[in-house]
Nanobody, 126 residues
Framework: VQLQASGGGSVQPGGSLRLSCVAS????????VGWFRQAPGKEREFVAH????????LYADSVKGRFTISRDNAKNTVYLQMNSLKAEDTAIYYC????????????????????WGQGTQVTVSS
């Protein structure tokens, strides 16, 4: 599975961006796609997850109410709509897909995912 993340850029605080993650193939519908981010000098942290089958979602507390994850199964694509962006949202954003193992997995930890996109830079600055 290859993942292609795109949509990053530079915006002012309060602005919006929409990230896309296109998968070369869709994994079993019992799995999902997660978005993570990594700021300079910090560990990679979980942002959001969505399951292919039913669109079940999970968000990190830091983005709840501001970010929305969605998917288009026909296009093998997952989106991350980011609104009300803050300086602390500045990071490289990665999408990741799980393709093997139990359907009951810890969604907010990187080791649960076997495939990763290349990352897209998001910079929030005035």
């Amino acid at each position: 599975v290859q993942l292609q993340a795109s949509g990053g850029g530079s915006v002012q605080p309060g602005g919006s961006l929409r990230l896309s993650c296109v998968a070369s193939e869709r994994t079993s519908s019992g799995y999902g796609v997660g978005w993570f981010r990594q700021a300079p000098g910090k560990e990679r942290e979980f942002v959001a997850h969505i399951r292919w089958s039913d669109g079940n979602v999970l968000y990190a507390d830091s983005v709840k109410g501001r970010f929305t994850i969605s998917r288009d199964n026909a296009k093998n694509t997952v989106y991350l709509q980011m609104n009300s962006l803050k300086a602390e949202d500045t990071a490289i954003y990665y999408c990741a897909a799980r393709a093997a193992g139990s359907y009951f997995y810890i969604k907010d930890t990187p080791i649960s995912y076997q495939y990763w996109g290349q990352g897209t830079q998001v910079t929030v600055s005035s």
